[in-house]
């Protein structure tokens, strides 16, 4: 069965500075991952997502996530972070069902930033 | 483009009395999709449509939960019977089969349920 491991359910950290929120995936099959996130009193938005190809994947506001098969992670990352990315970040995996898509959801991870 | 829709954002009802959400998809994605989220999880699939047709269904969603799309058009969840249990962050999406199943999945803000 897939699923996905969010370590870390809260991350505070100072503005400006780097983040990195980490993800990994268990799954027998085809891997395709995404990181969604939801900001406060709103639904979730598509920050990038990994299909096939190149690794490191740039999605936007910044935000990039490199696919490690051998270590099953998809960690999230930002060089430099500001307040508006306070939020809650989840990541996900897809599972196909009738041909379409079924996510398959973490606990998400709680970004606070500090000013 | 105007997004996905959902209405009511908050219903507070009382246990045992029945409760209904509209889901309004993006124009012409035929593909719509309910998810719950409650406090501190993320989201769970509950159903999931394709125009019309319901094509697939979580353990989840018991037999107090019933899900309709007559149109191919806009969605409703109904919840019979409400528990406790069933508060919680109602989500719909929606997507073009263009990417088969690696499409992106558009959502909507939520609906809020208390049951009281």
């Known amino acids: 069965a897939q699923s996905v491991t969010q370590l870390d359910s809260q991350v505070p950290v100072f503005e400006e500075a780097p983040v990195e929120l980490r993800c990994n995936y268990s799954?027998?099959?085809?891997?395709?991952l995404f990181w969604y996130v939801q900001y406060p009193n709103q639904g979730l938005q598509l920050l990038l997502k990994?299909?096939?190809?190149?690794?490191l994947v740039k999605g936007i506001n910044g935000f990039e996530a490199e696919f490690n098969k051998s270590q099953t992670s998809f960690h999230l990352r930002k060089p430099s972070v500001h307040i508006s990315d306070t939020a809650e970040y989840f990541c996900a995996v897809s599972k196909e069902v009738q041909g379409a898509q079924k996510l398959v959801f973490g606990q998400g991870t709680r970004l606070t930033i500090n000013p | 483009d105007t997004g996905v829709s959902q209405n009511p954002r908050h219903k507070i009802t009382k246990r045992g009395q029945n409760v209904t959400f509209r889901c309004d998809p993006i124009s012409e994605h035929n593909r719509l999709y309910w998810y719950r989220q409650t406090l501190g999880q993320g989201p769970e699939f509950l159903t999931y449509f394709q125009n019309e047709a319901q094509l697939e269904k979580s353990r989840l969603l018991s037999d107090r939960f019933s899900a309709e799309r007559p149109k191919g058009s806009f969605s409703t969840l109904e919840i019979q019977r409400t528990e406790q249990g069933d508060s919680a962050m109602y989500l719909c999406?929606?997507?073009?089969?263009?990417?088969?199943?690696?499409?992106?999945?558009?959502f909507g803000p939520g609906t809020r349920l208390t049951v009281l």
């Open positions: 990994y299909l096939s190809g190149s690794t």
């Open positions: 999406a929606s997507s073009t089969p263009r990417g088969g199943f690696t499409d992106t999945q558009y």
């Open positions: 799954s027998s099959v085809s891997v395709y």
